[in-house]
């Protein structure tokens, strides 16, 4: 089963508002990847984190990483209507290159 | 370069009928992999491929289930015989290092 997860499963949100999705592993990872798939759409990296504590940014969107390597959060800033889709974390659970992905959390903005 | 290719986009067939999908990974990556997509089970690895091998079909879900990569431009997934809980987005995805680039999807509904 799942041993990714992520909360919450959707989020609906007003443009302009800001917006967090977070992602627990049941292990230890040695990395965090986290990609977005627009709907309809296939899934597309945005980032990867590697260090315990990590905190990357990509202009409205915060990626962290928890100290304990096991939990990580995404954050937006002041949502867009181009930010709506499906945010999944995906970490190595088993061996470095196999990914288990989390079971997301859909943002759906409000205009 | 184009990305990675599927074939076909869509798949509608019939209850015990074979079923072939087909990816072209992205020219130099040496890792190819196939997810599935449904709601009810969110995105699961099938199996990946390095250097053309077959490294983990773990989540390969039964013995209808067969993947192959004869070279390095090219893989098929074949379900045999297919049955409508198979329906679902199939992803192939390639990848040289850790970002992981997917193709936009087979979309399989069997009735």
């Known amino acids: 089963g799942q041993q990714v997860m992520q909360i919450p499963q959707y989020q609906h949100v007003q443009e302009g508002e800001d917006f967090t999705t977070y992602c627990n592993s049941s292990t230890t990872l040695s990395n965090i990847q986290w990609y977005k798939q627009r709907p309809g759409g296939h899934p597309v990296f945005l980032i990867q984190?590697?260090?315990?504590?990590e905190v990357k940014k990509q202009k409205r969107l915060t990626f962290q990483f928890g100290e304990a390597k096991k939990n990580s959060s995404l954050h937006i800033t002041a949502t867009q209507t181009t930010d709506v889709g499906t945010y999944f974390c995906a970490g190595p659970l088993r061996g470095n290159e196999k990914l288990t992905f989390g079971t997301g959390t859909r943002l759906t903005i409000i205009p | 370069d184009a990305g990675v290719i599927q074939s076909p986009r869509h798949e509608v067939t019939e209850m015990g009928q074979e079923v072939t999908l087909r990816c072209k990974p992205i020219s130099g990556h040496d890792y190819l992999f196939w997810y599935r997509q449904t709601m009810m089970r969110g995105l699961e690895l099938l199996i990946y491929f390095n250097n053309n091998v077959p490294i983990d079909d773990s989540g390969m879900p039964e013995d209808r289930f067969s993947a192959k990569m004869p070279n390095a431009s090219f893989s098929t997934l074949k379900i045999q015989p297919s049955e409508p809980r198979d329906s679902a987005v199939y992803f192939c995805a390639s990848s040289f290092a850790v970002e992981q680039f997917f193709g936009p999807g087979t979309r399989l509904t069997v009735l």
């Open positions: 984190l590697v260090k315990s504590g």
